[in-house]
């Protein structure tokens, strides 16, 4: 990482979707902002993805993000949070492909180890973690956790560019997403 670049985190949810941006130049990750995008009062499932697109669309235009870091569903027993969830994924990461932006997915337990090192870390235990790395005062510190994962993934991303795993799927373009996730086109 020669350059300086921004990475977008997002934690995906129908209810509260969290970002976090960061910026990285060279072997630093600063904290740039964080937040979670409200959805929660939408009762309509449609407008929740209308709004999903907005929300991230405005969020891109105001940070121009160079990457996005995306949390992977976890799979739950719950067959229609899982379908909730997915469609707001898809949502977000369709909002980065309209704008050209790199993204890679990661698993929840392949963030909680980047940032701890302990795959069953708690939400709070990332947060602090992340607090201590990033040297981000306490005051500055995300109230909404889903905004702390969010920021959890963009540092995770980071990290991973330091050294490279397979475990990441990257993808360039809509066409590239469908050609290495053929269960999730239909």
Request: hydrophobic residues 40%; glycine residues 6%; proline residues 5%.
């Amino acid at each position: 990482m020669n350059n300086e670049s921004i990475i977008l985190g997002i934690d995906p949810g129908t209810n509260y979707m969290g970002y976090g941006v960061i910026s990285v130049d060279r072997n630093h990750a600063r904290f740039i902002a964080h937040g979670v995008i409200d959805l929660h009062k939408i009762t309509d499932p449609y407008l929740t993805l209308s709004a999903i697109f907005t929300e991230l669309t405005r969020i891109i235009d105001t940070y121009l993000p160079d990457e996005m870091a995306i949390e992977a569903p976890f799979f739950g027993k719950n067959v229609q949070s899982m379908l909730k969830l997915g469609r707001a994924q898809g949502v977000a990461i369709t909002a980065a492909i309209q704008h050209q932006i790199p993204i890679t997915e990661y698993a929840p337990l392949k963030i909680k180890m980047a940032i701890t090192g302990n795959g069953n870390a708690s939400k709070e235990q990332v947060a602090d973690m992340l607090r201590r790395l990033m040297n981000i005062p306490a005051a500055d510190m995300p109230t909404h956790l889903d905004a702390t994962d969010a920021l959890a993934a963009a540092y995770c991303h980071y990290i991973q560019k330091k050294r490279p795993s397979s475990a990441a799927k990257k993808y360039s373009s809509w066409k590239d997403f469908v050609s290495k996730n053929p269960d999730k086109s239909h």
